[in-house]
């Protein structure tokens, strides 16, 4: 428990969350070799060291796919349309500004999912036990 208690502590002192929406401040290379531009939409999918560095999923203009598989150009209005993905990269806090925080864009238990796949087995064992005793805890003083 006191390992969980660590870990918690530690992505609470990160600048930034797991899914938060950002967007660069300058500009960056990509791993093809293209660079992703000022403001460039991303999100975060990894926290390094405490938040010394992240792994952010860069994103492009919406798009769709055709029936062979292509991407064309679509609008964010249009059905089945999707942000296309130009690279995930290590980015460093200065290069990136919130948008908007996960708390903001997806509800509680989403977030704990996105939590319990970045935990070991054995932390998650511990979350289950957790919510066990809570759950019977709430049975108890219901009924």
Do not use: C
């Amino acid at each position: 428990m006191f390992e969980y208690s660590i870990m918690i502590w530690e992505t609470a002192m990160s600048k930034f969350q797991l899914l938060d929406a950002v967007s660069l401040t300058k500009p960056i290379a990509l791993g093809d070799g293209s660079i992703a531009p000022l403001e460039t939409a991303g999100a975060i999918v990894e926290i390094f060291k405490n938040g010394e560095a992240y792994l952010v999923e860069l994103f492009g203009g919406w798009v769709k796919a055709e029936v062979g598989g292509d991407f064309i150009p679509a609008t964010q209005d249009e059905p089945e349309s999707f942000m296309e993905t130009i690279g995930v990269e290590t980015v460093y806090p200065h290069q990136l500004r919130l948008v908007k925080s996960a708390r903001e864009m997806i509800g509680v238990r989403e977030q704990l999912m996105s939590v319990l796949d970045n935990l070991p087995d054995e932390l998650v064992a511990e979350v289950r036990d957790l919510a066990e005793f809570l759950e019977q805890k709430q049975i108890k003083v219901g009924g």
